[in-house]
Every structure is written in C-alpha cells, then in structure tokens.
C-alpha cells in the first residue's frame, strides 16, 4: 500500500505521515527534506539562484546522509522552495522517490506532489491543511523549541510566501488530486488528526 500525503507548510503532514507508517509497518519518506538538503548545498556555495548548481546538487545528493535535525530549519524551508521550483532538480531527485515508493509492502511518502506526480496510483490519498494561523503558530511552536529566535510574525510571512511561491510554480505545483481526501487539522490536535487520517486510509483500503 503507498500512502500519498501532500500539504503547504507546517499542515501536520509530516507528523501524520510518521505515525501512519508506524501503524501499517511501512516506510517513510519524508520529500521536504531532500528539498531542503540541495538548498542547503546551494546556499552554502551562495548559489542558491543558480539552476545548474542546484540540480548538481540534486543528482549528487547523498540520501543517506540527510540530518532532518539541521535540516529544518526556517532559512532551509525558503531555500528548498526556491530549488523546488526548479524542473531539473525536480526531474533529477524523481528516480530515487519513485523507488522509494516501489518497496515490496508499500511506503509513506509525504511532500507537495506525492498524489500528483510522485505516487499518482496512490492506494490513498490525503491533503493536510490547516489555516496559515494556525500553521504558523505550530511551526513557530516548533522553531522556538529547536533554539531558533524567530518571530510569529516573521514564521507566519515566510509559511505565506512559501504557500504561494509551491502553488504559482509551472513544475509539479502544490495542489490537491482529483482523489486526495482533504483534511483540515486547523481545530485537530495529533491524536484527532491521526484519527481522522487513518480512518480515511481504512476506508480507501476497503475501497470505498
Ligand atoms: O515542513 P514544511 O512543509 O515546512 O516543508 P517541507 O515539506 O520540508 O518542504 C520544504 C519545501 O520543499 C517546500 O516549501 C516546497 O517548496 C519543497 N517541496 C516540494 O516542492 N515538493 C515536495 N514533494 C516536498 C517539498
Ligand atoms: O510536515 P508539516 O510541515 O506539514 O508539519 P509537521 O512537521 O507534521 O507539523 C508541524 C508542527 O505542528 C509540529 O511541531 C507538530 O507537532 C505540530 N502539529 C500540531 O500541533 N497539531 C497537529 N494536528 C499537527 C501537527
């Protein structure tokens, strides 16, 4: 069974995808990150605007070796959206999703363009939101946690900007499939999320 979830920031998606992969026994990957990690390469070159740089970057990257710990951060997030909307790092971190998603048993894989274009035969299918509000109180709940001094203010500009420039983008947007199931976690704790996430995931196994 492969598990789509796809979502703008800080929806719980990553969270629910964790604890769904946990409960069916499957794999997880976690799609933001490899974003993220080629970001990181560019920007420590400080060719974050430069194309060919950044799909070296996604062809050389190293799977094995991603650090979600150094990975999340805020800066990190704006520079994998800047990457992301780049084809050719797109088209060249492809091969390893798919993959990733052809284990015998099936996967959980969670980013913008699982449904969409990653996992299109998708047994299910979730789309995670939550209002840019409460999305920007979670991730700024959870950057401060993490050491960072960063203001509501400033989390809630950076989820908006990075909302629209996923969504504008002509490479694999962030939109939902036809046959993604919307769930709003905006009044859902981790525990009603997951609930609602996996009744969802029940039903599509029993086909309906
Ligand atoms: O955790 P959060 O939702 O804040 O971000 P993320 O999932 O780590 O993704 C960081 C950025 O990578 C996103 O803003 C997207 O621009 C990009 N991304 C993407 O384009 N496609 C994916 N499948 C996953 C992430
Ligand atoms: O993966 P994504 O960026 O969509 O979000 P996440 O990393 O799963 O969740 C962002 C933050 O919100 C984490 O600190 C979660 O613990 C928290 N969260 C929450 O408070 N309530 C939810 N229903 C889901 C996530």
Known sequence: MVIAIDGPAASGKGTLARRLAAYYGL???DTGLLYRAVGAIVLAQGRLQ???AAVEAARTLDVA???PDTLRTAELGEAASVVAARGGVRAALLDLQHRFAAQPGGAVLDGRDIGTVICPKAQAKLFVTATPEVRAERRHRELIGRGEDIAYAAVLADIRK????DSARAAAPLVQADDAVLLDTSALDIAQAFEAALAIVEARRRGS
Do not use: F, K, V
């Open 27 to 29: 794999p997880h990957l």
């Open 50 to 52: 430069d194309e060919a």
């Open 65 to 67: 070796a991603l650090d």
């Open 162 to 165: 990075r909302d629209e420039r």
